[in-house]
């Protein structure tokens, strides 16, 4: 296996997208790539992952960055498992056949046939100049990656819009506070339950509250996971109808007819 390292070329390759579009890495030069490499659809934290590239979109593009998603599933297993999150617009490529070519290539292709949870940045000229390979349990923070494309392009970052520094916002407590976002179908599923169920909740959006997702990360290990319920200070992640209604039920916050 072919092991990169900073200041090589990145290899070039050719690979289908979920937007039935192939893409051509070579083809996006004079722009910024980031490559994140997941292991494979419909696992928890892939699943927390991907959509929050979509999530911040604008932020990298202001940073003339193209992000481009890969893992060693066909197209139509990405094309099913990205409609559960109402749309990703930026190309998720398939290195399905031949398995796991491009992920040989750049060295991060694991023994059970899937890939690392890893991230390169190639630079304008093609060149690549960051790698992480990630714990493979873990999320990769989009700051870490937002940080590195300003050191790599400081013209880009120059060009960046400024953003006023948010104040601490405060993060509710008592009763049923659920943390969420907008893509989520646990998410989805979680709401209709406790709406079904007459259960008042306070919901928090972590893609909007940037204090929240630092909870929910010291919460679970590292990991967006949607949704993390805080329920009088018994924190758990998922949505799991027994465990929901085991801890409803010891704070008598649920009455079963």
């Known amino acids: 296996m072919t092991h990169l390292t900073i200041g090589q070329p990145a290899p070039d390759f050719v690979l289908p997208s979920h937007l039935d579009k192939d893409i051509r890495l070579s083809d996006y030069r004079g722009k910024n790539v980031v490559l994140a490499f997941f292991p494979l659809a419909w696992t928890p934290v892939c699943s927390s992952q991907i959509p ?21 599933d066909s197209v139509p297993c990405l094309k099913a498992w990205l409609d559960t999150f109402n749309g990703v617009t930026y190309p998720v490529l398939s290195d399905f056949w ?67 520094k948010l104040a601490d916002e405060k993060i509710p407590t008592g009763g049923v506070v659920m943390y969420c976002t ?12 406790l709406s079904e169920h007459n259960v008042p909740y306070t919901e928090v959006n972590i893609n909007s509250n940037p204090f929240a997702a630092q909870q929910v990360m010291r919460w679970n290990n ?3 996971t949607t949704p993390t319920f ?24 649920l009455i079963l007819t």
């Open 52 to 72: 929050w590239y979509e999530a911040d979109k604008a932020r990298f593009a202001a940073l003339d960055t193209q992000v481009f998603a890969l893992s060693v």
């Open 98 to 164: 031949p398995h796991g070519d491009v992920a040989q290539k750049y060295g991060v292709l694991r023994s059970n046939g899937t890939s690392e949870r890893a991230l390169f940045i190639v630079d304008k000229q093609g060149i690549i100049r960051y790698i992480d390979i990630h714990d493979v349990d873990k999320q990769p923070d989009n700051e870490v990656l937002l940080a590195e494309l300003r050191k790599i392009d400081p013209e880009a970052a120059a060009r960046e819009p400024k953003t006023e």
């Open 182 to 193: 907008g893509w989520c179908p646990d998410c989805r599923r979680a709401r209709k339950w």
């Open 222 to 224: 590292g990991n967006r």
């Open 230 to 253: 805080d329920i009088n200070g018994d924190v758990f992640a998922n949505f799991d109808e027994n465990k929901l209604v085991e801890v409803l039920k010891k704070h008598s916050l």
